[in-house]
């Protein structure tokens, strides 16, 4: 059980476009869902947290309007990465959370901006 | 704040040979403690977690790690290292919010 899912796997845009990946719970619900970023040979960098229903949690640093989340439902959280420029290609992770404390990870989704 | 270390940064073992990776957390209070394995271009796969209870947590693929308190410890092992265990670990620590940390990572190697 606990299984994430994310889509796509892999991403490749053109500068000045907006990609959105998806990242599903199959068989939880999860009131949150965390977005995170990778760089190479690097540790998770938390990017957002969020909440059902409500505005999403964006931590220090992270801008908002670039990186628009929705999370319209028990089971699915959305990233879009409006107007991609070439520093934004990184390996995208999202989690959900099955409570009460435990994070279970999607397979990620690597961006590459041209 | 919590925080999570994990003092090495790269280890290599030979295939069938014993494997403890290192974590040490501060947190204030009893921490949520986690060990996450991450294989090259993949998600991270949950290996075992310490909420309460007894200090030695079983997880998956033979893994196992145990709370130490008194070293705010909480060292992943395994017996015997398989060439499929080459991969970056994560130790991480949770609070009682949302928040989650995690260590920098220990990649492992797995000699022949």
């Known amino acids: 059980g606990a299984v994430v899912s994310q889509h796509p796997s892999w991403v490749i845009c053109k500068s000045g476009t907006s990609v959105k990946i998806e990242c599903r719970s199959l068989?939880?619900?999860?009131?949150?869902m965390f977005w995170y970023r990778q760089f190479p040979k690097q540790s998770l960098m938390l990017m957002a947290t969020s909440n059902e229903g409500s505005k999403a949690t964006y931590e220090q640093g992270v801008e908002k309007d670039k990186f628009l989340i929705n999370h319209a439902s028990l089971t699915l959280s959305t990233l879009t990465v409006t107007s991609a420029h070439p520093e934004d290609s990184s390996f995208y992770i999202c989690s959900a959370r099955d409570p009460p404390k435990t994070q279970y990870f999607g397979p990620g989704t690597r961006l590459l901006v041209l | 704040a919590q925080s999570v270390t994990q003092p090495d940064i790269h280890i290599t073992v030979s295939e069938g040979a014993s494997l403890e990776l290192r974590c040490n957390y501060s947190y204030g209070a009893t921490p949520y403690l986690f060990w996450y394995v991450q294989s090259p271009g993949q998600g991270l796969q949950l290996l075992l977690k310490y909420f309460s209870g007894d200090t030695l947590v079983q997880g998956i693929k033979g893994f196992e790690a145990e709370f130490k308190r008194s070293q705010s410890s909480f060292n992943l092992r395994k017996p015997s290292v398989h060439w499929s265990d080459a991969a970056e670990y994560f130790c991480?620590?949770?609070?009682?919010?949302?928040?989650?940390?995690f260590g920098a990572g220990t990649r492992l190697t797995v000699k022949p």
């Open positions: 991480a620590v949770g609070a009682g919010n949302n928040d989650m940390r």
């Open positions: 068989d939880f619900q999860a009131t949150t």
